[in-house]
């Protein structure tokens, strides 16, 4: 069984930064972040294919998150700046083994971490 562990997260103050990262106990397959609000359904915010040459976003990260990953330590990263109140949200690292490419479909994920919180104040 695949365990994903995220770890990073914290309370930031809006303007800052923060990176989260995601071990896994698997092999190399594409990976994501998804994020939920309070109240709020779970929302893609970033993917990387395996190899980490290709990356995609959701638009109301682009240009501030920045996802990648070393396979060697078997460790995805999310690095986040310039954080905005509205990022507030618990945030999870997930594993598609069926593929190898980037993936924005939370369907297509079978291996999720327990989440990371990550508070913005403003």
């Known amino acids: 069984q695949v365990q994903l562990v995220e770890s990073g997260g914290g309370l930031v103050q809006a303007g800052g930064s923060l990176r989260l990262s995601c071990t896994t106990s698997g092999r190399t397959f594409g990976m994501g972040w998804f994020r939920q609000a309070p109240g709020k359904e779970r929302v893609f915010v970033a993917a990387?294919?395996?190899?980490?040459?290709?990356?995609s976003y959701a638009d109301s990260v682009k240009g501030r998150f920045t996802i990648s990953r070393d396979n060697a330590k078997r460790t995805v990263y999310l690095q986040m700046n310039s954080l905005k109140p509205e990022d507030t949200a618990v945030y999870f690292c997930a594993g598609a083994p069926r593929t190898l490419r980037v993936e924005v479909r939370g369907g297509e994920y079978d291996y999720w971490g327990l989440g990371t919180q990550v508070t913005v104040s403003s």
């Open positions: 990387i294919n395996w190899s980490g040459g290709s990356t």
